[in-house]
């Protein structure tokens, strides 16, 4: 049944949405960066009734950087619940991407999915950290992405310390619609704890799905569907629910 709404839902917004000709990932990295000038805002909403805001500015040719921020209760009838940190992002290319060669870029991200723990000191699906990730366009189809990556997350309460790995695929159909498929190994939320801080993973990683769509060049509208694997059965500590819908609302424009 779950997955028959899933399909359904699928299929109802490609006949409403458009995409993007940028590449964007869902909860991993990508290898490319904004140019200089450059400047990116966007609003989360997502489990829990919460909302995030981020922005993105290109610095330099190949440095950009970002933060993050957001609530939980942001949506109804309860006093929203405000993050205590902002997360920040920075990125840079180390490779540009062309014809023969691939992409290559070195970052930190502090920013993950779903509800913050505050015991643990972390998100329910972890922050990437320290990653780097390579990727390249056209590969296999014309307006087709594959971005190959490993990360280590500084939220390592639990124990769990290992390098993770993650792929993710895209393709843009025409100008404007875009799919993308990301898989999160989680090889650093895997275990249990040995000191009693609760472990979410499963063991079977996170695939994530999204569907963007640019209404014009510098607006895009973005769903995005996590954990079809239900890998994490405590995505929020009240419910039962692993699977996870947000919604986006992306804007890039030049200073």
Do not use: C
């Not at 989680?186 to 275990?191: R, S």
């Amino acid at each position: 049944m779950k997955r028959l709404s899933l399909i359904i839902l699928f299929i109802s917004l490609l006949t409403i949405l458009m995409g993007v000709t940028e590449f964007n990932s869902i909860t991993t990295p990508t290898a490319n960066v904004l140019d200089r000038g450059d400047y990116s805002f966007g609003t989360k909403f997502y489990g829990d009734s919460s909302m995030r805001l981020t922005s993105h500015i290109g610095l330099f040719e190949r440095l950009s950087i970002g933060f993050s921020y957001g609530a939980e209760n942001f949506v109804g009838n309860q006093k929203p619940d405000w993050y205590d940190h902002i997360d920040f992002k920075a990125k840079f290319q180390i490779l540009k991407e062309t014809v023969n060669i691939p992409g290559l870029s070195v970052g930190f991200d502090s920013e993950g999915h779903g509800k913050w723990v505050e015991g643990s000191d972390r998100y329910a699906m972890k922050s990437p950290g320290f990653y780097a990730a390579i990727g390249k366009s056209d590969l296999f189809l014309r307006g087709s992405k594959i971005i190959l990556g490993a990360n280590k997350s500084t939220e390592d309460n639990d124990g769990d310390k290992d390098i993770n790995s993650f792929i993710t695929v895209g393709q843009s159909i025409g100008e404007d619609l875009n799919f993308t498929l990301e898989y999160n190994f989680a090889l650093n939320d895997n275990q249990k704890s040995n000191d009693g801080i609760e472990n979410f993973g499963d063991g079977k990683g996170y695939l994530n799905f999204s569907v963007g769509w640019f209404i014009i060049p510098d607006l895009q509208f973005k769903f995005s569907v996590y954990d079809l694997l239900e890998n994490a059965p405590n995505f929020y500590s009240e419910e039962s629910i692993t699977l996870d819908r947000a919604f986006q609302i992306i804007y890039t424009t030049k200073f």
